[in-house]
C-alpha cells in the first residue's frame, strides 16, 4: 500500500493479445526529525503497473501531480539489454487504486468542477456485477444512490 504523487503521465499500451497495461511513476515522500532536532526528508520513486480494465481507467484519470493511494503486489523482472548486459526491475503491479486529490486535470483549466469523491477501484472481477437492465432504465440519479456501497466512503 502506497500513498504518492505521480511523477509522469500514465502510458496505455496494449498487448499483442489486446490486454490493456498502464504504468507511471510514483513518488512516495517520508518526513522524520532527528535526536537533534533537525527535520529530514527523504523521497522514494516507484514504477506502478495496472493492468486490464484497472489500466484503462488509470490512463483516464490520472496524470503528472496527481495523488493517489496504490494497493498491490511487488515483482521483479529481469532482462538482458541491447549490449548483453542484466537488467532488473521491481515493479507494483496495482490492484486497486483510489484518487485523493481533487486536482484539475491540465486540460480542464479553471472553469472545470471539482472532483467531490475519490471512488476506490478494485480488479478484482468477483466483485464486479453485472449491469441490471432494470435498474438502467430508473431515474440515473436514483441508480447512482442505489449502487453505492457505504463501507467505500473513506469517512
Known amino acids: 500500500m502506497l500513498i504518492g504523487n505521480l511523477t509522469r503521465d500514465p502510458e496505455l499500451r496494449y498487448t499483442s493479445k489486446g490486454t490493456a497495461v498502464c504504468s507511471f511513476g510514483l513518488a512516495t515522500n517520508r518526513s522524520w526529525i532527528t535526536e537533534q532536532g ?72 479553471d472553469e472545470a468542477e471539482t472532483e467531490t469523491s475519490s471512488p476506490k ?16 432504465q430508473a431515474d440515473p440519479a436514483k441508480q447512482s444512490e442505489e449502487e453505492v456501497d457505504t463501507s467505500d466512503i473513506p469517512f
Open 38 to 109: 533537525e527535520k529530514k526528508e527523504d523521497v522514494s520513486f516507484h514504477r506502478a503497473v495496472a493492468w486490464d480494465k484497472l489500466a484503462e481507467i488509470c490512463s483516464q484519470l490520472l496524470f503528472k501531480g496527481r495523488r493517489v493511494y496504490v494497493e498491490g503486489r511487488l515483482q521483479t523482472r529481469q532482462w538482458e539489454d541491447q549490449s548483453g548486459g542484466s537488467r532488473q526491475t521491481t515493479e507494483i503491479i496495482i490492484s486497486e487504486m483510489m484518487i485523493l486529490d481533487s486536482r484539475r486535470s491540465p486540460e480542464e483549466g
Open 121 to 136: 477501484i478494485k480488479t478484482d472481477q468477483a466483485n464486479q456485477k453485472k449491469p441490471d437492465t432494470k435498474k438502467s
